[in-house]
């Protein structure tokens, strides 16, 4: 099926590389009006061109960064149907070596990022439920949400509450009669400049060989297979359409096996 997205407008966070730009270049090809937001405006801006979108420059830490991205938006769209919070940072360390000032950098941007961009664009994903099908919001968590994994404390508690964001909000929408829904996936290891800066962590700190450290990670999860972004992003794509109208506070995991052992 094409045009699953048609003429729906699409703001993806984070989208400059990795899963985001995945997102983004599938929802492109589906026939959304993509925002491309990220902190880096040049890389973004590059993607825009490719897939005839629009870049803009977005601090998700800030909260007024994402009002003036919401403004822009409500100037070009007039509305928002489908909001995905993918910018994200990850951190490898033991506890004892997380600083505080490490805790705080991985929640503002994996936590308060998803809390600032679910309430600002509120008004605007109220306004796209009012046409008659339900605006979506689509928030990137991580099997590090659902498990544990050692020496990422930082970044599986952020991953966790984005989880739990997610529900809240889905229950809180459909109680206030917004047509909004509101769900998480769950990425298992796919292979993008986080996940690769990730696996050098773990290469340091002993949990993979070094001689071979991709054959140890794909070994991690049944089907034995490290996902690329394509894969998360046709998660996304299903998640935005109105073949989910029926579908929100649900946790996507795309994993590769990961949890299900």
Not at 15 to 20: F, K, L
Not at 153 to 170: D, E, I
Not at 209 to 223: F, G, I, Q, R, Y
Request: charged content about 20%.
């Amino acid at each position: 099926m094409a045009g699953r997205l048609q003429d729906k407008t699409v703001l993806v966070t984070g989208a400059a590389q990795g899963i985001g730009a995945g997102i983004a270049r599938a929802m492109a090809r589906e026939g959304a009006q993509l925002l491309i937001g990220d902190i880096n405006e040049t890389v973004a801006t590059a993607l825009a061109k490719e897939i005839g979108g629009t870049a803009s420059y977005l601090d998700v830490a800030s909260s007024e960064s994402w009002q003036a991205v919401a403004a822009k938006t409500e100037n070009q769209f007039g509305k928002l149907d489908i909001l995905v919070n993918n910018a994200g940072l990850e951190l490898v360390k033991p506890l004892a070596d997380h600083s505080p000032e490490d805790w705080r950098t991985i929640m503002s941007v994996n936590v308060d990022g998803v809390f600032l961009g679910c309430q600002t664009f509120e008004p605007l994903l109220r306004k796209a439920g009012e046409g008659g099908t339900s605006a979506s919001v689509i928030n990137i968590s991580s099997i590090a949400g659902l498990v544990g994994y050692p020496d990422q404390v930082a970044y599986n508690t952020s991953k966790g509450a984005v989880r739990h964001m997610s529900k809240s909000l889905a229950i809180e929408w459909a109680a206030h009669g917004a047509a909004i829904r509101c769900n998480s996936i769950h990425p298992g290891c796919i292979r993008t400049p986080m996940l690769e800066m990730a696996v050098d962590g773990w290469v340091e700190n002993g949990s993979i060989p070094e001689n071979d450290p991709w054959s140890a990670v794909a070994s991690l999860c049944p089907l034995n297979l490290v996902g690329n972004p394509e894969d998360i992003a046709m998660g996304a794509v299903y998640l935005g359409s109105d073949e989910a109208r029926f579908v929100t506070g649900i946790e996507l995991v795309i994993d590769g096996g990961w949890v299900a052992r």
